[in-house]
Nanobody, 122 residues
Framework: QVQLVESGGGLVQAGGSLRLSCAAS????????MGWYRQAPGKLRELVAS???????NYADSVKGRFTVSRDNAKNTVYLQMNSLKPEDTAVYYC????????????????WGQGTQVTVSS
């Protein structure tokens, strides 16, 4: 059974930093691309960062240069370092494994973890 457990969120002032973690179990972690998604109130869930099994990364334009995704295969954990946070980064953040189709990334699993709330005050 796949389990994804996100942690590390909190309340931070604009310009601050947070580091999110996502611990995965029930999957062969090292062979899966992983992604961080976020969902703000009233908005669709969006992919903000991804990392392939080989460590190649990709970012949404809105977070490029501020967020860094990394992974530790020995710990079955993917991280999201968030710097220079803005109020518009406020959202619940989720992780999921990824599948690719025609160059686009999609969540591999239909079930999601509980997410971790990030709130950035101005």
């Amino acid at each position: 059974q796949v389990q994804l457990v996100e942690s590390g969120g909190g309340l931070v002032q604009a310009g601050g930093s947070l580091r999110l973690s996502c611990a995965a179990s029930g999957i062969i972690f090292s062979t899966n691309a992983m992604g961080w998604y976020r969902q703000a109130p009233g908005k669709l869930r969006e992919l903000v960062a991804s990392i392939t099994s080989r460590g190649s990364t990709n970012y949404a334009d809105s977070v490029k240069g501020r967020f860094t995704v990394s992974r530790d295969n020995a710990k079955n954990t993917v991280y999201l370092q968030m710097n220079s946070l803005k109020p518009e980064d406020t959202a619940v953040y989720y992780c999921n494994a990824l599948r690719y189709n025609a160059g686009n990334a999609y969540p591999l699993f239909g079930s999601w973890g509980q997410g971790t709330q990030v709130t950035v005050s101005s």
